[in-house]
């Protein structure tokens, strides 16, 4: 299993990447990063991936929402 440090960092590089961007900061909110709704998607689908079955309807992403914060509500998923 992939540790929470782990995931977070892969979940910045790949909001970097999806934003065409060299790095994005951890805790600054998914809008204010410049990700919109088909970016989220986008990071939704590598977030399967990267930790295993999730459900999206479960979780809470806004624009305020931080990488930091996502990150956490998929680990509280895959404990529950």
């Known amino acids: 299993m992939t540790t929470a440090i782990n995931t977070l960092e892969l979940l910045r590089k790949e909001a970097a990447k999806i934003l065409n961007i060299e790095s994005v900061e951890s805790n600054v909110g998914l809008g204010e990063l410049g990700i919109d709704s088909l970016n989220v998607v986008e990071l939704i689908v590598f977030c399967e991936q990267l930790y295993g079955s999730i ?5 809470n992403i ?12 998929l680990h509280e998923q895959q404990t529950a």
């Open 55 to 59: 459900d999206p309807e479960q979780l």
């Open 62 to 73: 806004t624009q305020y929402t931080t990488l930091e914060q996502l990150d956490a509500q």
